[in-house]
Every structure is written in structure tokens, then in C-alpha cells.
């Protein structure tokens, strides 16, 4: 565990470790989001506007995702408090996201879909970013076997794990898929015939799924009837976005304008 990266320069405060995994997961995904508004053409000055809101929606939702989960008020810590040291949550950050860039399209008026620039960008961040939950967090439960990572004394009574016992790598699974989700959408999704906003769907589904049944070996605290708060929270939200690709697919929203002519055998 690595609560701070090591000091290689040799001066200056220590450097958190997550924060800056988060730092740099923040350009790359910069980059890749440039990058992708220019190949589309949507280099409108607007468009900046719609970054900060998204980074402004998931600050302040990932934190207040954490907030007032207990029924007894007294064992959630204050509102400030919440939102200067409280725990964030990944899922409640993208619906903060989403709710953001809304907000800042009617504030703007900028009247186009961005799903598709945002997708990739936010897939290769997850990855970088949980490099910094892999090193200092509680990797997931115990393996059952003789495989996964093993945590010292010190490590584990940081993080609140048992000492010389196996876990779960669960943050290297979520690494793994993100990155191949960024693959995906980067080689392969984003050159296909797909109406505008629907990749960034397809990809909040798939993660959706992973996350529900990664959540299993995660070790987060179990909420009610086995399944812990984000497990709760994707059985609403699963069925709504997958819900809303169905009834987009069955009114050919998930073909192109060009593909559903063909289809129908239209040469017009």
C-alpha cells in the first residue's frame, strides 16, 4: 500500500498518491476528449462550458453520494464536513457528471449530443484512476485460495483488511476493464455508423453490469439482503438504461440514418 508516492525528487510535501493518480487521469482523459471533439467537428468555444460542468456535477455528487446513508442522523457527518473529507463514490460522480453537462448545455445553448466525446475520455480515466485505489485502498475480500494480495500488519489495519490473507484484486479487474472498454470504444465503437451520445450509453451499461458483480468481491460494507449501497443503487439504475437501449432499438435508434435506409431497401 502506498498512501503517498515515494519521494523521488527529494524535496517538497508528500505527494497523495491517490490524488495524484486522479491528477493524471484527469489530462489523459483532457486529451482524449480533445482529441475526439476535433475528429467530430464540435470545437464550438460551448463545449468547454460542458466540461466544467461535468467536473463540477461529479465533485460535488461524488461526495454528497456518500452522504446521509445511515437512518440514525447523527452517525453522517455534516454537510461541510461531507463535502471537504467525506468518502466519494465513482457511481454518484458519473450521475453528477451527466447532470452537469445537462445543466450546462441549457445554460450555453448548445444543442448538440456529447456522449460520444466524453466516453472514451471518462473510460480511460477510470483505468489511470483506480491505479491510485489499487494502491491505497482495501483491495476486496478474501480469495478462498492462495492467490491475490496480501497485505502486512500495518497495511491491513490501514485499510481494515485481515493480515497474510489473499484478496481479491478487485480494483485490478475494474482496471482491466475499463481499459478495455477505452479499446473498444476508441478503435472500434466510435468509427461505427452509431446515432450521436449512444456509445457513452453503451458504455454506462457495460459498467454498470461489471460493477454489480465485481461489487460482490469488493468488500464494501453489505447494506441489506447481501448487497451493499452501490449494488442497491445499480438495481434501480440497470434496468433504466438497459430499458432505455431496448426501446432505442426497437425504434432503430441504435442504427444510423444510412443503415436503417438500406434496411428497408430505400436508394432515395
Not at 466525446?117 to 485505489?133: E, W, Y
Not at 489473499?166 to 479499446?183: D, G, M
Request: hydrophobic share 50%.
Amino acid at each position: 500500500m502506498f498512501p503517498t508516492l515515494p519521494d523521488l525528487i527529494g524535496w517538497g510535501p508528500p505527494i497523495d498518491t491517490h490524488s495524484a493518480f486522479v491528477a493524471l487521469a484527469m489530462v489523459a482523459a483532457g486529451l482524449v476528449f480533445v482529441v475526439e471533439s476535433r475528429r467530430r467537428g464540435q470545437t464550438d468555444a460551448r463545449v468547454a462550458a460542458l466540461v466544467l460542468g461535468a467536473l463540477a456535477g461529479a465533485a460535488l455528487f461524488s461526495r454528497l453520494g456518500t452522504w446521509a446513508q445511515h437512518l440514525d442522523p447523527s452517525q453522517n457527518l455534516d454537510l461541510v464536513t461531507q463535502l471537504t473529507r467525506g468518502n466519494a463514490s465513482v457511481l454518484s460522480a458519473l450521475v453528477g457528471a451527466w447532470l452537469g453537462v445537462h445543466i450546462a448545455k441549457r445554460i450555453v445553448r448548445y444543442p448538440l449530443r456529447t456522449g460520444d466525446l466524453f466516453a472514451p475520455a471518462v473510460a480511460l480515466a477510470m483505468a489511470i484512476g483506480r491505479i491510485g485505489c489499487l494502491f491505497t485502498e482495501l483491495p476486496g475480500t478474501p480469495t478462498g485460495g492462495d492467490w491475490g494480495i496480501v497485505l502486512d500488519e500495518a497495511a491491513a489495519a490501514r485499510v481494515g483488511a485481515p493480515a497474510g490473507v489473499p484478496l481479491h484484486p478487485s480494483f485490478v479487474y475494474e482496471i482491466v476493464f475499463q481499459a478495455a472498454a477505452f479499446l473498444v470504444l476508441w478503435f472500434w465503437l466510435r468509427h461505427r455508423p452509431i446515432p450521436a451520445g449512444e456509445t457513452l450509453t453503451i458504455y454506462i451499461a457495460a459498467y454498470a453490469i461489471f460493477r454489480f458483480f465485481v461489487e460482490f468481491v469488493r468488500g464494501n460494507e453489505v447494506a441489506w439482503v447481501g448487497l451493499t449501497r452501490p449494488q442497491l443503487f445499480l438495481l434501480v439504475t440497470i434496468p433504466l438504461v438497459l430499458g432505455r437501449i431496448a426501446w432505442k432499438a426497437s425504434r432503430g435508434g441504435l442504427t444510423s440514418n444510412r443503415e436503417r435506409m438500406a434496411a428497408h431497401g430505400d436508394r432515395t
